[in-house]
């Protein structure tokens, strides 16, 4: 399965440290089994229910990722050390931010639809508790559980806002 996931979702090689790494993949094991879902079903998966994109969860997770990692480049380049991101924390958000949706999401009868816990639970809260039992840190459990609408009233770190607008930067501009 680990190999799956790394061809599917190769920025997943871009994390240094080893242990965030290895935590990321973890999560993703742990998301796809609880789904019932093998890692190609991730390549097919739409990466919303709300409208037509034609887009998957990995090409929606690969955009996010390589969106927050061009921000990262560019406020490094620019900025210096004035404005700081941290990367590994950076990236390990937004290669998880939509994890949970492998809890949300459910194929019946060959069409996706939200499945019963989906339908109670939203993925930024499934997602949150996937990756904590993984023992993920709280600043990547922050963009998980901030991204989205869910995070509005409350602060976000640097890393937060970052993958909140790409998220809703390739969810605004994509489909119908």
Known sequence: MREEILRILPEIGWIEDEGLKEGVIRTYERALREGGWKPADMERIPFTLLKETGLSYAD???AVTRIAHGVYETFAEVFGDRVR?????????????????????????????????????????????????????????????THSKEGDPYPRTPEGVVIHHADFTCFETVGG
């Open 85 to 145: 991101l941290r990367r590994d924390v950076l990236l390990a958000g937004a290669l998880l931010h939509d994890v949970g949706k492998l809890l949300e999401i459910e194929e019946r009868d060959g069409k996706f639809q939200k499945s019963a816990g989906g339908k109670v639970l939203r993925h930024p809260f499934s997602g949150v508790a996937l990756a904590y039992a993984e023992g993920l840190p709280p600043e990547v459990l922050h963009i998980i559980g």
């Open 60 to 62: 929606h997770v690969r």
